[in-house]
């Protein structure tokens, strides 16, 4: 079927009809953050300027990149060693294992916070980063897991009996032979956990009450609640907020619509 | 498939075990005892912040269903449904539709865009938002003025009437690209000549839908309702950044009330079992999902 471009007219004139809604907050936002308060005083990227250093987004951006950097980087890694368990090694009680793990990725985070929260008290960890990175890997390898050890077990078996006869260990047979294939699985992984790393919120909102260990997104909700007049310096803080996801996206398409769309559940 | 994992001969049975441990572990630790931890507390009532806690049976329970609060909040989340899931399912629905069985160039592009609202965080969707229903220049009140309808034009997000829903179609703006994408790609899966045979007979478009379209998405409708359904019922960032359950409760959730119980009136035990209803609610919805759509599935086939 070769639908002439007349033919195609209502489908364009409802896609950019579609096209204008999403954009339209974007833009907005966009647009806002490009205006200029004082004419004069630091041309186009002042309000950038001045989110970054006034309101601390330039600290809130270190400790997001962090924690993501650093929960993805371990979440990945165990999930694969998890994974490949579950997928090509026996493991005793599997079944009992598996739905096990995949209630911790279902289950809202609030079930877990309230205990999470007096634990990391008593241990002292509130206010560090570390009661976000801890328990953030705790979270993000239970959807690991399971995402690994399925795509592990749809490689076939030939695969590992061949490099074994061949002589190589259990640890090998993952490295060498199963990762390099399993190269596309584990990048989806890697970039669908850091993005929702980067996003977290109420973990964030609980741990943290010094003002200079803040991530991103609680950066924003405070900073909204004190400058919710001035647009323009808020329009900027959020650009920073999304824009390293929204570059990740750009570059990662593939990776994020795969992942997405096989019900992978917004954390 | 069938996985017989073997062993090596001579290889210890908890070499597999090995691999799983660290994950295992902080899994544990980290996720699923404070569950755990959760539910037992949801049956105890603290006599102070740090002292001894009493068992109390179901009496949080009781106390949770006999007070309206945390109904209505969860009213206000089933309501959210409706716009987390129903909206943006049929919607995707449509224009998946639409669009799928024409080859329209430049559709990855669109199809690129639309899914950007989904790698944003909920807490920049609520900035956004909140610009989009602000009373002089959001955009919203600026078209009405433009229209002529100057007395329609108000603040969206200060209405008693107006403010759940406002709240709720920006998560609506969040997932129906996710939805369209999903459905697109489910789309072109079914056979060509599927449609061919029924329009043979002479089916009208809407009965395509209805007898190829349809039956040939359930996969991917039981991922969008799952995903948006549990996402309503879970929501807590967006009306945090919004609203904050403003105005005068109109659109308090259940996981915003969950934070006021337990970290600024310090009742852990109440937020506690009101965590462990939600995550019952929620176990319970995608059990049911789970096995409707099992059955549809094989009854498709």
């Known amino acids: 079927m070769k639908p002439t471009f007349r033919k195609l007219i209502p489908h364009y004139l409802l896609l950019c009809l579609v096209l204008f809604f999403v954009l339209l907050p974007l833009w907005g936002m966009l647009s806002k953050a490009f205006e200029n308060p004082d004419p004069g005083s630091f041309g186009a990227l002042a309000n950038f300027k001045r989110a970054w250093t006034v309101g601390k987004f330039g600290l809130f951006f270190k400790n997001s990149i962090i924690v993501a950097l650093i929960v993805t980087a371990i979440s990945v890694l165990l999930s694969i060693l998890s994974g490949y368990a579950f997928g090509k090694l026996s493991v005793s009680g599997k079944s009992l294992l598996l739905p096990l793990i995949l209630l911790g990725y279902m289950v809202p985070f609030d079930a877990a916070i309230i205990p999470l929260y007096n634990w990391m008290r008593s241990l002292g960890l509130t206010d560090t980063l570390w009661a976000l990175i801890l328990p953030q890997i705790g979270l993000s390898v239970s959807f690991g897991t399971l995402w690994m050890s399925s795509y592990f077990e749809s490689l076939p078996d030939e695969l590992v009996d061949q490099a074994t006869i061949d002589g190589c260990s259990r640890w090998q047979v993952l490295w060498k032979v199963l990762m390099p294939i399993a190269r596309p699985a584990s990048s989806t992984l890697i970039v669908l956990i850091f993005m929702w790393t980067w996003n977290e919120f109420l973990l964030a909102l609980v741990m943290i009450q010094k003002e200079s260990l803040r991530t991103l997104p609680v950066g924003l909700a405070f900073f909204q609640g004190r400058y919710s007049a001035n647009i323009p310096l808020m329009a900027a803080g959020a650009i920073i907020v999304a824009l390293p996801t929204l570059l990740l996206y750009i570059f990662f398409q593939k990776q994020f619509l795969q992942g997405l769309s096989s019900g992978a559940i917004k954390g | ?301």
């Open chain 2, 1 to 301: 498939m069938q996985n017989k994992a073997k062993r090596y001969p001579g290889e210890s049975k908890w070499k597999g075990l090995l691999y799983l441990l660290p994950a295992l572990l902080l899994y544990l630790i980290f996720t699923f005892l404070p569950i755990l931890e959760t539910i037992r507390s949801s049956f105890f009532q603290a006599e102070s912040l740090y002292g001894a806690r009493s068992f109390v049976w179901f009496q949080n329970y009781i106390k949770l269903f006999q007070t309206s609060q945390f109904l209505s909040a969860l009213r206000n989340n089933f309501v959210f449904i409706f716009f987390y899931s129903f909206l943006p399912i049929s919607f995707g629905l449509f224009l998946a539709s639409f669009l799928a069985r024409v080859r329209v160039p430049g559709m990855r592009l669109f199809r690129t865009l639309y899914f950007i609202p989904q790698v944003l965080s909920m807490v920049v969707v609520g900035v956004m938002w909140r610009w989009m229903y602000d009373p002089n220049i959001g955009p919203i009140n600026v078209f009405l003025r433009w229209l002529g309808l100057e007395q329609f034009a108000q603040a969206w997000l200060g209405s008693f009437t107006f403010a759940l829903p406002a709240v709720g179609m920006a998560a609506a703006w969040v997932q129906y690209g996710f939805c369209m994408v999903l459905f697109l790609s489910g789309i072109q899966r079914i056979p060509e000549e599927l449609y061919e045979a029924t329009s043979l007979d002479g089916a009208n478009a809407f009965r395509q839908f209805w007898h190829v379209t349809l039956p040939g998405l359930i996969p991917e409708l039981s991922v969008a309702l799952m995903t948006t359904i549990i996402a309503a019922l879970r929501v807590f960032d967006l009306v945090f950044a919004m609203t904050k359950g403003a105005p005068g409760g109109s659109t308090e959730v259940t996981g915003l009330l969950i934070y006021r119980w337990a970290f600024e009136l310090n009742n852990h035990s109440y937020a506690a079992t009101m965590a462990t209803v939600l995550t019952l609610i929620i176990l319970l919805i995608s059990l049911v999902i789970r096995r409707v759509f099992k059955q549809s599935e094989k009854g498709a086939l």
